[in-house]
């Protein structure tokens, strides 16, 4: 079984994600060592370049025999992160329904994210949310910590899809306001509250920057029928799964003014966080984990 293609109906069948996000990481960490980045993988949360004039005396030696490049040691105390992860639990991220594809890949995602936090000693917290915040834990690199967030992530796997809207921009306020450290703050949703008043949702993430906090936005995505509106031609009946409302349409009739709406609000998110400097990452669940802890893994160094 390849861990890092895991098909995510397997995940929840499978329904342990602290097994599987160490699998996913390791798999991953292994695969960097013998890709163009051997250079790059977790040693880059020991380490940083060297710098011409600096003193050689922290250089490591074996680190350069491994990658030929001059890498000086850091410090634990110099490494710590403090990274808050944020996850959107609203009825949307239930799609689609047959393997409730956004939430079982965010699911797994964030779990491949804690136990890499853990294997760093850096501290994490996990957030989850809808209208309202509904789990928030302490921010701690403990084993036993680790261990109980996984716990909340496995319950979420387990859970039947509720009929819960999201409320992105004001539970994004509330958080700005209530971590007061300067910290990494990971968000995985859809984005998908009133698109129509998408400048909340900006004013929301202009907060957590004007915070201090750097950002990393996972936009979770079935992008062949929710962006490229892919269906066959036929008579569906779409539900919106936070209000329950239906209406019965050929694919055909609408794709074309769907695609121009839905585009338009992804290239405002997109310009948005490019002006906010907030890492904006397309994380499409056909595409796999590895563009998540890649994403993560140069966030992180880049604040180093």
């Known amino acids: 079984m390849n861990i890092r293609q895991l098909d995510l109906a397997k995940v929840r069948e499978f329904g342990n994600l602290e097994f599987l996000a160490k699998q996913l990481v390791e798999g991953f960490i292994t695969g960097l060592h013998k890709s163009p980045f051997h250079g790059f993988s977790v040693e ?5 370049l060297y710098n011409t004039g600096e003193s050689t005396r922290n250089i490591d ?9 001059l890498y000086v040691k850091r410090y634990e105390e110099e490494t710590n992160l403090r990274c808050h992860i944020l996850l959107d639990t609203s009825s ?9 594809g956004k939430m079982t890949f965010s ?10 936090l853990q294997r760093q000693k850096d501290a994490v917290s996990l957030c989850t949310f809808s209208d309202t915040i509904e789990i928030q834990t302490a921010v701690k690199s403990t084993p036993s910590h680790v261990h109980k967030i996984m716990q909340e992530l496995n319950g979420l796997l387990q859970k039947a899809r509720p009929l819960q809207k999201t409320s992105v921009a004001s539970i994004l306020h509330l958080l700005a306001e209530k971590i007061h450290k ?10 998908f509250e009133n698109i129509e008043e998408s400048d909340l949702i900006f004013s929301a993430l202009q907060h957590l920057r004007h915070n201090l906090h750097e950002v990393l936005l996972f936009h979770v995505t079935d992008k062949k029928t929710e962006e490229t509106f892919s269906f066959e031609n036929r008579p ?35 310009l948005k966080c490019g002006q906010y400097k907030i890492d904006f990452i397309e994380a499409d669940i056909a595409q796999g984990f590895d563009p998540v ?12």
């Open 92 to 100: 949307s991220m239930y799609y689609p329904e047959e393997n409730y």
């Open 44 to 48: 880059f949360a020991e380490h940083q």
């Open 236 to 270: 569906y009946e779409f539900i919106d799964l936070e209000s329950g409302e239906k209406i019965k349409v050929q694919p055909d009739q609408v794709r074309e003014s769907y695609q121009k709406f839905v585009g338009e609000f992804y290239q405002k998110l997109k």
């Open 182 to 191: 300067r910290s990494l703050v990971v968000i995985f949703s859809d984005m």
């Open 293 to 304: 802890l890649m994403a993560y893994l140069v966030k992180h160094s880049k604040m180093r």
């Open 107 to 116: 699911l797994m995602a964030a779990a491949s994210l804690t136990y890499l």
């Open 61 to 69: 030696w074996k680190v350069f025999a491994k990658t030929d490049r």
